[in-house]
C-alpha cells in the first residue's frame, strides 16, 4: 500500500488536458457569439410574431336547468345528461358540422354540473369569428336535451295523470260503500301527493345561450414572450456550442487528411 501511496506522490502527475475548464466554455462561448446572437433573435422574434399573430379566444357559456320533477329530485340525473351529451349529442353535432364545412369543429364543448344543483354550464374557448359556429352548437346541443328531457317529461304526467284518474274512479266506487271512510281519506291523500308532483314537474329551462366573456382568455402573450426568451437562450447557446464542436471536427479531419 505505501509502495502504492509513493507511486503516486513520487510519480507523474495525472494529466487532465482533456478535461473542458470554464474558461474554455467561456472562450468558446464568446468565439460563436454570433451564432447565439442569431439564433436567439431569431426565436424571440418568432415568439413575437406567434403572439401578435393569434387571434384572441373568448369563453362561450350557456347555462341550463334540466328537467324536475320537485325541488330536490330531477327527470334525469345531470350525470346521465352529460354523458348522453358527450357520447352522443356532441358528435353529432361535430359531425354535421363536419358534412357542412368540410373540416371538423374548430373548438371544444366542455360540460359541467355545480354541485348540488341541476344546472349543467356548456362551455367553448372560441374566437370572435366562430361565435356564431359556437351559438349554432350550444343551441343544437340544448335542443337536444331539451327535446330528450321533455319527452321524459310528457311520458312522467301521463303516468301521474293515469295515476290519479284510478284513485279517482277508485274513490267514486268507494263512497257507495259503508265504512269506507279511511279508505276514502287514504286515496284522496295519495291523489293530492301525486297531483302536487304533477304541478312540480318541469321542463328544461335555458337560461343562458353563448354568452360571450368581457375579457380574452388566450393568448397568454406575456408567458408566450417570456417562453421565446427562454427557449431562444437554450437552443442558441446549444447551437453555438454545436458549431464549434462541428468546426473542431472539419479541423481534425482536414489535419488528418493531409498527414
Known amino acids: 500500500m505505501n509502495d502504492t501511496q509513493n507511486t503516486t506522490l513520487g510519480g507523474q502527475r495525472p494529466d487532465y488536458s482533456d478535461e473542458i ?8 462561448f464568446i468565439r460563436r457569439r454570433r451564432v447565439f446572437y442569431v439564433v436567439f433573435i431569431t426565436v424571440t422574434l418568432g415568439g413575437l410574431v406567434y403572439a401578435l399573430w393569434v387571434p384572441d379566444k373568448f369563453e362561450y357559456a350557456s347555462l341550463i336547468q334540466i328537467a324536475q320533477k320537485d325541488s ?4 334525469q340525473p345531470p350525470e346521465t345528461t352529460i354523458a348522453t351529451l358527450e357520447s352522443r349529442w356532441l358528435p353529432e353535432v361535430q359531425t354535421i358540422y ?3 364545412h368540410g373540416r371538423k369543429l374548430p373548438f371544444d364543448v366542455s360540460f359541467n354540473n355545480p354541485e348540488s344543483t341541476g344546472l ?4 367553448s374557448s372560441a374566437t370572435k369569428d366562430d361565435g356564431e359556429a359556437v351559438s349554432a352548437a350550444h343551441s343544437a346541443l340544448i335542443k337536444s336535451v331539451k327535446g330528450h328531457q321533455d319527452d321524459l317529461v310528457e311520458g312522467e304526467q301521463e303516468s301521474l295523470k293515469r295515476q290519479i284518474e284510478s284513485l279517482e274512479s277508485a274513490i267514486d266506487t268507494l263512497k257507495g260503500e259503508k265504512d269506507a271512510g279511511e279508505a276514502i281519506a287514504g286515496a ?5 301527493r301525486l297531483e302536487g308532483e304533477l304541478e312540480g314537474l318541469h321542463g328544461v329551462e335555458v337560461l343562458v345561450t353563448s354568452r360571450q366573456s368581457a375579457e380574452k382568455i388566450a393568448p397568454k402573450r406575456s408567458l408566450i414572450m417570456v417562453l421565446a426568451v427562454l427557449l431562444g437562450g437554450m437552443l442558441g447557446i446549444f447551437v453555438a456550442f454545436m458549431s464549434e464542436f462541428s468546426a473542431t471536427v472539419r479541423e481534425h479531419l482536414a489535419s488528418a487528411r493531409a498527414d
Open 120 to 123: 349543467i354550464r356548456f362551455s
Open 98 to 100: 363536419r358534412e357542412k
Open 188 to 192: 284522496i291523500e295519495r291523489r293530492s
Open 72 to 75: 330536490e329530485a330531477f327527470v
Open 21 to 28: 475548464s470554464l474558461v474554455d466554455l467561456v472562450t468558446t
